[in-house]
Structure formats: C-alpha cells, structure tokens
Nanobody, 125 residues
Framework: QVQLVESGGGLVQAGGSLRLSCAGT????????MGWFRQAPGKEREFVAA????????RYADSVKGRFTISRDNSENTVYLQMNSLKPEDTAIYYC??????????????????WGQGTQVTVNS
C-alpha cells in the first residue's frame, strides 16, 4: 500500500512554469507505475502523464506533449511533473496516482489503485 501527497501547485501567469511533486510512503514505491491526472471545474478527470516503475517509459496526453515532463526519483519516493509554457486551459486540480500492476504506463484512471488529495494549479491569462 502507498500513500501519496502532492505539492507545488499555485497561481502562475500564462507562459510560466511550475513543478509538481508527489511524495509516496512505503518501501515499495519503486514497484508502482505513476501517473498524473487533472480535473478542471465541470469537466471529467483526464490523463496528463505517466511513468513506468523504473522510469524507463513515459506517456503524455497530446495536450501537454512538449510542454510537460514527468520524472521520478525512487530513492526519494517522489514523482515530479515539470510544467512549462502553461496555458489558462491547464488550470485544474492535479492528482498523482499509483498503479500496482507492472505494465506499460497507463492512461486509464481506473487502473490506478491509489490517489493523492490533489493540488490546485491556476494559470492566469
């Protein structure tokens, strides 16, 4: 089992950058694939980025490809989401999630077993 805590959200101007962190508890953090999802007001939760347990594979939503980078440091039990060139449409609550099954990084929220509480990202135009 793993518990996840996100941090790093905030208010930023369009074109700016933020780095989100997701700290996980438990000795087996390195066994989990990790993902970032987001949910804007009135919208469904959507996939943003995912990374395999060993960090060797990543996947991105088309809307963030080339602007966001997911990475992880298993020695620190932490996964990161570097967000550059932010746009107002990136405004949402961002959640990290852990997938206990060894597989290609998943874009499907239902395949993630554990979720953090979320961190708000607001991008002003």
């Amino acid at each position: 089992q793993v518990q996840l805590v996100e941090s790093g959200g905030g208010l930023v101007q369009a074109g700016g950058s933020l780095r989100l962190s997701c700290a996980g508890t438990g000795r087996t953090f390195s066994n989990y694939g990790m993902g970032w999802f987001r949910q804007a007001p009135g919208k469904e939760r959507e996939f943003v980025a995912a990374i395999s347990a060993n960090g060797g594979n990543t996947r991105y939503a088309d809307s963030v490809k080339g602007r966001f980078t997911i990475s992880r440091d298993n020695s620190e039990n932490t996964v990161y989401l570097q967000m550059n060139s932010l746009k107002p449409e990136d405004t949402a609550i961002y959640y990290c999630a852990a997938d206990s099954v060894i597989r290609r990084p998943s874009v499907a929220s239902y395949e993630y077993n554990y979720w953090g509480q979320g961190t708000q990202v607001t991008v002003n135009s």
